[in-house]
């Protein structure tokens, strides 16, 4: 994709070009500063991802971007344009940061897609810092919010582009040095705010589009390396999980899901509207925070990501952890399991696969310089080997272990020690993930042959690694049989998966089948929640 930028020249309107220019320029500078972004990162979680999250969704922003100037001839329109800027950012927010800034965007193009002059960019970025803080339950100052509404607020009078842009921008810079002394937690790190820091950047990015001059530095000279996080630090007192998703939902629903989620968690925000949301919650119950969006409407491209897990990957000093997890794990309960056990999940639904995007985000979530990749399912394997190798040209030493099921995810990550050498780890993992054998339930949607005869729509096919082996009418008959099969030829530990919508009972029924038959075999059941299979199983 084209990176090219705008010609150095002071503007008098922004047209597609330029907004073009300006997702470009935001990138990069969001790239070089994100390193330091991510070490001054301590509210409202010192997990060091700032600059991470806000860089990502920038990208979105960008590669929406160049898709629309590839598929218009000879050139888009600027209005198409600023909503394909924010509609990306939707889509690739990341964090709590980037998922405010794709809403100032959202709020931005609402305005610039009927002018892009100074006085319509004044009204822009009074729209984008009035509805990133309706998007927010509840404001802080010392934020990115403020630093948003102080650049609205320096630009108000309107005038000519060029001097709006300043304005916004000196007034932004100003804020952002005050922000130290308006939280706590910041003062007592000495820092500014993480978030409202990137945002002086993209408005910088902007001064820089219109003007052909480098802006001013965003402010003071701050320590390079992260100070130790406070005593009172959320990281240790707050929410154990960061939830994000899209979804598809109405207005009214989303009102009803805001105060459910305000009522199981904080730092809630939730942006976007026409349909498409994305949200974003800090939780102790991330399944809860996921079944509330479930009820909502249709959640995709869900994010788990356990605090403990991400602060201990930033380290003290900012500096990337030495080895992590990235699990890719169907069901909301799986993703909670191996967060709690250290990984970096990536969620999937039924028919959907993620995308090697959000495998690539996931390894860089990850802050770790080694990442030992799980995709836990066969299809998924190129993909996994793609994202692998854009991690490893990153400067990420990555080990793509070839899982293909989420019971042998499970089993790798249960012997894995990241202190260790890492060959040592990777060929520990492995073997524990090829010493499982793996199976699973499944319903038939339509009449179909299979390599055990035809089925019936609404059959329950047992697949033995991969393989349709047993098909039959009832759940617990066909996993007893699975399970029977897969035992003839041995086994110590029995894995059982089951999803909430399964039959009652299903699980405490095969536990006891498993003793009854097989003296010398262990069962341990794991539940994983909604949008799995009804049944994984797994046999070392």
């Given at each position: 994709m084209?990176?090219?930028?705008?010609?150095f020249?002071?503007l008098?309107?922004?047209?597609?070009?330029?907004v073009r220019s300006?997702c470009a320029?935001?990138?990069?500078?969001l790239?070089?500063?994100?390193?330091?972004?991510?070490a001054?990162?301590?509210?409202?979680v010192?997990?060091?991802?700032?600059g991470t999250?806000l860089?990502?969704?920038?990208?979105a922003?960008?590669?929406?971007?160049?898709?629309?100037?590839?598929?218009?001839?000879?050139?888009?329109?600027?209005?198409?344009?600023?909503r394909a800027?924010?509609?990306?950012?939707?889509?690739?927010?990341?964090?709590?940061?980037g998922?405010?800034?794709s809403?100032?965007?959202?709020g931005m193009?609402?305005?610039l897609a009927?002018?892009?002059?100074g006085?319509?960019?004044?009204?822009?970025?009074?729209?984008?810092?009035s509805?990133?803080r309706?998007?927010?339950?509840?404001?802080v100052?010392g934020t990115?919010?403020?630093?948003?509404?102080?650049?609205?607020?320096?630009?108000?009078?309107?005038?000519g582009?060029?001097?709006?842009?300043?304005?916004?921008?000196?007034?932004?810079?100003?804020?952002?040095?005050?922000?130290s002394?308006?939280?706590?937690?910041?003062?007592?790190?000495g820092?500014?705010?993480?978030g409202g820091?990137?945002l002086?950047?993209?408005?910088?990015?902007?001064l820089?589009?219109?003007t052909?001059?480098?802006p001013?530095p965003?402010?003071?000279?701050l320590?390079r390396?992260?100070?130790?996080?406070?005593?009172?630090?959320?990281?240790e007192?707050g929410?154990?999980?960061?939830v994000?998703?899209?979804?598809?939902?109405g207005d009214e629903?989303?009102?009803?899901?805001?105060s459910?989620?305000d009522?199981?968690?904080e730092?809630l925000?939730v942006v976007?509207?026409?349909?498409?949301?994305?949200?974003h919650?800090?939780v102790?119950?991330?399944?809860?925070?996921?079944?509330?969006?479930?009820?909502?409407?249709?959640?995709?491209?869900?994010?788990?990501?356990?605090?403990a897990a991400?602060?201990?990957?930033?380290s003290?000093?900012?500096?990337?952890?030495q080895?992590?997890?990235?699990?890719?794990?169907?069901?909301?309960g799986?993703?909670?399991?191996?967060?709690?056990a250290?990984?970096?999940?990536?969620?999937?639904?039924?028919?959907?696969?993620?995308?090697?995007d959000?495998?690539?985000?996931?390894?860089?979530?990850?802050?770790a310089?080694?990442?030992?990749?799980?995709?836990?399912?066969?299809?998924?394997?190129?993909?996994?080997a793609?994202?692998a190798?854009?991690?490893?040209?990153?400067g990420?030493?990555?080990?793509?272990?070839?899982?293909?099921?989420?019971?042998?995810?499970?089993a790798?990550?249960a012997?894995?020690?990241p202190d260790?050498?890492?060959?040592e780890?990777?060929?520990?993992?492995t073997a524990?993930?090829g010493?499982?054998?793996y199976?699973?339930l499944?319903?038939?949607?339509r009449?179909?042959?299979?390599s055990?005869?035809?089925c019936?729509a609404?059959?329950i096919?047992?697949?033995?690694?991969?393989?349709?082996?047993v098909?039959?009418?009832?759940l617990a008959?066909t996993?007893r049989?699975?399970l029977?099969?897969?035992?003839s030829?041995g086994?110590?530990?029995?894995?059982l998966?089951?999803?909430?919508?399964?039959?009652p009972?299903?699980?405490?029924?095969?536990?006891a089948?498993?003793r009854?038959?097989?003296?010398?075999?262990?069962?341990?059941?794991?539940?994983a929640?909604?949008?799995a299979?009804?049944?994984?199983?797994?046999v070392?």
């Amino acid at each position: 994709m084209s990176r090219a930028l705008h010609p150095f020249e002071e503007l008098v309107e922004l047209d597609a070009e330029a907004v073009r220019s300006w997702c470009a320029r935001s990138l990069d500078a969001l790239g070089r500063e994100r390193e330091e972004i991510d070490a001054i990162n301590v509210y409202p979680v010192a997990d060091g991802d700032t600059g991470t999250n806000l860089y990502l969704t920038a990208e979105a922003a960008h590669q929406a971007v160049e898709a629309v100037f590839a598929a218009s001839a000879p050139t888009p329109d600027t209005a198409e344009t600023v909503r394909a800027m924010a509609h990306g950012a939707l889509l690739g927010a990341r964090g709590n940061s980037g998922t405010i800034l794709s809403q100032l965007l959202r709020g931005m193009a609402g305005v610039l897609a009927d002018g892009c002059d100074g006085d319509h960019l004044a009204r822009a970025l009074g729209e984008a810092a009035s509805a990133a803080r309706r998007a927010v339950a509840h404001p802080v100052e010392g934020t990115i919010l403020t630093v948003a509404s102080a650049a609205a607020g320096a630009c108000a009078a309107g005038g000519g582009l060029v001097d709006v842009a300043r304005n916004a921008h000196d007034g932004a810079r100003t804020a952002l040095a005050a922000t130290s002394g308006q939280l706590d937690v910041l003062e007592r790190a000495g820092v500014v705010d993480a978030g409202g820091r990137g945002l002086v950047t993209v408005l910088g990015a902007l001064l820089e589009t219109v003007t052909g001059q480098a802006p001013p530095p965003a402010g003071p000279v701050l320590p390079r390396s992260t100070p130790e996080p406070p005593e009172d630090c959320p990281a240790e007192d707050g929410p154990a999980y960061e939830v994000i998703y899209l979804l598809e939902a109405g207005d009214e629903a989303v009102e009803l899901l805001r105060s459910r989620l305000d009522a199981l968690g904080e730092s809630l925000v939730v942006v976007g509207g026409d349909g498409l949301w994305n949200v974003h919650v800090h939780v102790d119950d991330a399944g809860a925070a996921v079944e509330a969006g479930v009820e909502a409407g249709r959640p995709h491209r869900i994010r788990i990501t356990h605090f403990a897990a991400a602060s201990a990957a930033a380290s003290a000093r900012g500096e990337r952890a030495q080895r992590a997890v990235v699990a890719v794990v169907p069901g909301e309960g799986l993703a909670g399991l191996c967060a709690e056990a250290g990984a970096t999940t990536v969620r999937t639904l039924p028919g959907e696969q993620p995308a090697g995007d959000e495998l690539l985000d996931a390894i860089r979530r990850a802050h770790a310089r080694e990442v030992v990749l799980l995709p836990n399912d066969t299809d998924l394997r190129q993909t996994a080997a793609a994202a692998a190798e854009r991690a490893r040209a990153e400067g990420i030493r990555v080990a793509l272990i070839p899982t293909r099921a989420a019971v042998q995810g499970i089993a790798a990550l249960a012997v894995h020690e990241p202190d260790r050498r890492f060959d040592e780890d990777v060929v520990a993992m492995t073997a524990a993930a090829g010493a499982t054998r793996y199976a699973e339930l499944a319903v038939a949607e339509r009449q179909s042959f299979t390599s055990a005869g035809v089925c019936q729509a609404g059959d329950i096919l047992g697949l033995i690694e991969g393989d349709v082996a047993v098909i039959g009418t009832d759940l617990a008959d066909t996993a007893r049989t699975v399970l029977d099969r897969m035992l003839s030829a041995g086994g110590e530990l029995v894995t059982l998966v089951v999803a909430d919508d399964a039959p009652p009972g299903l699980a405490p029924d095969l536990e006891a089948h498993v003793r009854r038959g097989y003296l010398a075999v262990d069962t341990t059941t794991y539940h994983a929640g909604t949008g799995a299979p009804p049944l994984l199983i797994g046999v070392e």
